[in-house]
């Protein structure tokens, strides 16, 4: 099968198998060049390991410090002529690379929210890996089943109090517009937070710790997103940035809980990416198309892995205390927040449409990134070879 990218809106409904073995292998090579980080894990739970942020935490941790991992993600197999989602692709070519390692390398598919997905981790810790000195939380998900009581939530990206407009960038047609966000219900604020705030993770620290499955000192990452006046009022102020208030609350919980073992609990606040879950996100593919071109022309533009290399290398095992901003969190969001980028962002925003999209902002970035996020675009990949079909 000759596989092309089929884009709906912000989704792209196929994934190249060869592509997103590329986009692993080229992360690995990143964490590799930086050589061992000293004092890393030894041992690593990744919970939205398949894509994005996880998917960089996972590699950060085995190719960077030899870390064995075991990761859970919520990712869609083959079926019927249809390809699977990118991040089922990206672990099995994680899990291949690490096996060449001799490292421990195991993944869940399903729900991490749910008790059997709780279950079934606990128990692999306790048969094979042992307890963890790493717990990375990097789950974005549009909605879970609470596991006590039953009930759906469904998360969204709205402002709360009034409606908000502003401009918007579709990042397919190059188009900008402007387009006005009705305010959140208390039930849709109540309902994100539930989806995106800290219970869960909770939930399976508490599991843990009551299993005895996390190393003394062990660390727990998290992470949030905080980001410029622009995006303020639809991100950290509106229903996530909620749902995010809440998870830097849980952040303080449990270093109180994990204190008595040595351990810590942090947020780590991170810069803005293209990932699957930022695409959908209003007025992000505009912000992040202009942070681009900005952070690019200044030589600091990170993706992810980079990302992920900064958070392990230089503050979670930098060695001491782990740097942190008054709250309590940690921030590779440095770069991205610095008053002479976002001074830039500021005034590109102000004047970007249609017409200057090329001069005022990195939506040809952004595209390439969007379609690597699912395979495409990597240099030493022929597109137009047909795919075997047990790599599908
Ligand atoms: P992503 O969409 O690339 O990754 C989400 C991961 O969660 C995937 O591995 C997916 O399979 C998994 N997942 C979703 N629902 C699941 C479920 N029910 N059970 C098990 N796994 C499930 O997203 P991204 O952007 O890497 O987000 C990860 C975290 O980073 C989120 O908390 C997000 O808010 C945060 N973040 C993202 C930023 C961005 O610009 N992308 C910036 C700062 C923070």
Request: charged share 25%; proline share 5%; net charge negative.
């Amino acid at each position: 099968m000759i596989i092309e990218p089929k884009i709906r809106g912000f989704l792209c409904t196929t994934a190249h198998p060869v592509g997103c073995r590329a986009s692993v292998e080229e992360q690995i090579r990143h964490i590799r060049a930086g050589g061992q980080i000293a004092g890393g894990p030894r041992k690593a739970l990744i919970i939205g390991s398949s894509t994005g942020y996880g998917l960089a935490s996972r590699i950060a941790a085995a190719f960077g410090s030899g870390a064995g991992t075991l990761g859970v993600g919520f990712e869609r197999p083959a079926e019927r002529g249809r390809t699977a989602s990118p991040g089922w692709y990206q672990t099995v070519a994680f899990e291949q690379a690490a096996a060449k390692e001799g490292l421990y390398a195991k993944s869940f598919n399903g729900d991490a929210f749910a008790n059997e997905m709780k279950a079934e981790v606990v128990k692999e810790l306790k048969q094979n890996l042992g307890p963890v000195d790493l717990f990375v939380y990097s789950l974005a998900a549009p909605r879970r089943t609470h596991p006590v009581t039953g009930e759906v939530y469904r998360s969204t990206l709205k402002p709360i109090g009034q409606s908000y407009t502003n401009k918007t960038l579709d990042f397919n047609t190059g188009v900008v517009s402007e387009v006005t966000l009705d305010a959140a219900t208390p039930e849709e604020v109540e309902h994100t937070v539930q989806v995106m705030g800290g219970e869960d993770w909770e939930m399976w620290v508490d599991l843990l710790m009551k299993e005895k499955l996390l190393a003394p000192g062990a660390i727990t990452v998290a992470y949030s997103y905080i980001g410029p006046d622009v995006t303020q009022p639809v991100y950290r102020n509106g229903t996530i940035g909620t749902a995010k208030d809440h998870l830097e609350k849980t952040a303080h919980r449990l270093t109180a809980k994990m204190k008595p073992e040595g351990g810590s609990a942090y947020v780590s606040v991170n810069k803005a990416l293209v990932t699957q879950a930022s695409s959908a996100i209003p007025f992000m593919p505009l912000y992040i198309s202009i942070l681009y071109k900005v952070m690019k022309e200044k030589g600091i533009h990170e993706g992810c892995i980079e990302q992920m290399n900064r958070l392990f290398r230089d503050r979670l095992y930098a060695g001491g205390k782990v740097p942190t901003d008054s709250e309590g969190r940690i921030r590779v969001d440095d770069w991205e927040m610095r008053d002479d980028v976002q001074a830039e962002v500021k005034k590109f925003w102000a004047t970007v449409d249609t017409e200057h999209l090329g001069a005022e902002a990195d939506q040809r970035g952004y595209h390439t990134d969007f379609l690597r996020l699912f395979g495409f675009g990597f240099a030493g990949v022929d597109y137009s070879a047909d795919v075997p079909d047990e790599l599908i």
